[in-house]
């Protein structure tokens, strides 16, 4: 199973909207056949580790981590593939939270007389696809807020520079970071103020699927040529009574304004409903004060990616989180930290949320 | 000569303004003795450890961590007792920094015929005796600042509530770092605005010699009632011109008023001045921004000891550090990561400045 893990793995940049999943087929204790997912619309992991006609996989099992599907997506279910193989048994590591699944694979293919066992590392099959069983069990988006700060919590300093607070090898964890969420949230003030370009560089054999770029943006002022508008694929979420010629401006350079917000409501919950209607999965805000505090103090944010770097920025620095109008300290964390590491010259910090509502 | 390490560390928070040294006597490959140095006036580590009369020293090997010493101080010099007890070869980890020693101890056990071997584990017992070595070295003292924040930089909210940002045990764990050192630092503001108690709460079987408290008072704003005035020693720095009466009082309280500013002058150096004027090794500062960024920007902060909690306090909030007045981000980090852990529920992150200006 910790081959069939690997190999959902190499999917970990490319598989959203689908989740990611890799197997295993064995026979005779050795390994004969295996397959990942990689992209939307092709082949699920099954279908690529029994393709091979060369193949007597009669008798065998199949280690899977992720339950095979039995429904006709556009490719067909894998249920079918797997009984029509000969395979014996059947190991897979999670049940598919996704309800068109959702234990009705396991079903079939146990009416069908093959043995099966569901559960076998449970845990990090979830870990594997964490956003994937969030959106289908909570109902929205696994949210990951990335900060680059200053050991006294500074992500700029008054005149808004930020280059660079971390050090280069914390700069590049970050291009993993965003390639492994399916979208990227940003305010526009910190295009204004940075002008980021947010593509992904990365150095991998895997493939990647670039993340969707959502600009918040009620009044429309990103600039026509502003760097991030480079990106494949762009929405920039706005109010009411924008400038409709520079929508359509906008929408020449490819980029997709939509008209999310009335006049009074910029409401991050508006924000949250696009996100759950796009089916996203992994989403990561790259923003400023602002968002973070938006989303924090809307219980969105599950997970906290911060790096400190060895600098003092000082108090006029502009913070990592914006205004939260507290009158004492709270009592409990909100998130408990799962990792603490050293990222080049930077500590990198990982924070997931305590409890989630 | 581990086991002498672990001798001389039962007395890491007693031996100032001495170091602290440990010793082990072997012969025929057995401990015979052992010593350790615990508080200034009494008897050194090899005094220790020689004193049975019944032990038969002829022919043994000493390990001691630190250089024996060879001049008359408040005990007779170590290097005698080492030449009468027929101790055939000293085993030290590291040449005395201290110039009224600084290689003379070894010299003369030379010159009297025993083997000696110097630098065995040299880097521990540096590490043992930071603060001496670099009062010996630098000229002054090893400066620690402890800070407990949010994940946000913030050591206290807007209305001054602090109470508690870190979890018990990352406060415990302070508690440790402040019987460390030999002077505690502290601004007035944090007095007046936490009153805090600053005493040593340790359990532990090794001796405590209470850390020095010196309170930045420039106008002698401290409440007389102040929870600090009840520790053993208590210094207050403050400027010209207070009020005589006032200063009265607290002398009576115990507390030593030193007018150590002119009015115009509150400068960080005389408080550094007053540091190595009193010979401490190991300073550390437990105070607010002010006080942080004064000593950050005088190059005088050697070690960072932050401990962050996975809590949002918001922007509003008080940073750990001052303004700094910077136009542009540093290219160079000022301090380096050594150490990163999980104290409770908080995250400890240790930092040694880059270089010792």
Known sequence: MAKAFLNAKKGQYSTWPNPKVGCVVTKNERVI????????GQEHAEQMALADASIDYKGATIYVTL?????????????DLILKSGIQRVVCASLDPNPIVNGEGITKLKASGIEVEVGIYEDQAKEINRGYFH??????????????????????????????ITSELARSDAHTIRAMNDAIVVGIDTILVDDPSYSVRLETEDPINSPEIIILDSQLRIPIDAKILKNDKVVILCGQGIDQVKKES????????????????KSIERVSEYLVS???????IESGAKVNSSFFQNNLIDEINIFFAAKILG????SSFGQMKLVEIPKHQSFRFVEASLVGEDVKLRLLRFTNV
Do not use: M
């Not at 056949?33 to 939307?40: R, V």
């Open 250 to 265: 906008l929408s020449v350079l490819g980029a997709d304004v939509i008209c999310l917000f009335d006049e009074r409501d």
């Open 135 to 164: 959106f289908y069990e909570k109902g929205r988006p696994w949210i990951t807020t990335k900060i680059a700060s200053s050991l006294d919590g500074k992500i700029s300093l008054s005149n808004g520079a930020s280059r660079w």
């Open 67 to 79: 339950e095979p599907c039995s429904h006709q997506g556009k490719t067909g279910p894998c249920v």
């Open 278 to 284: 796009k089916k996203f999965h992994h989403v990561l």
């Open 33 to 40: 056949a295996e397959g990942w997912h990689q992209w939307a």
């Open 315 to 318: 108090s006029e620095g502009l």
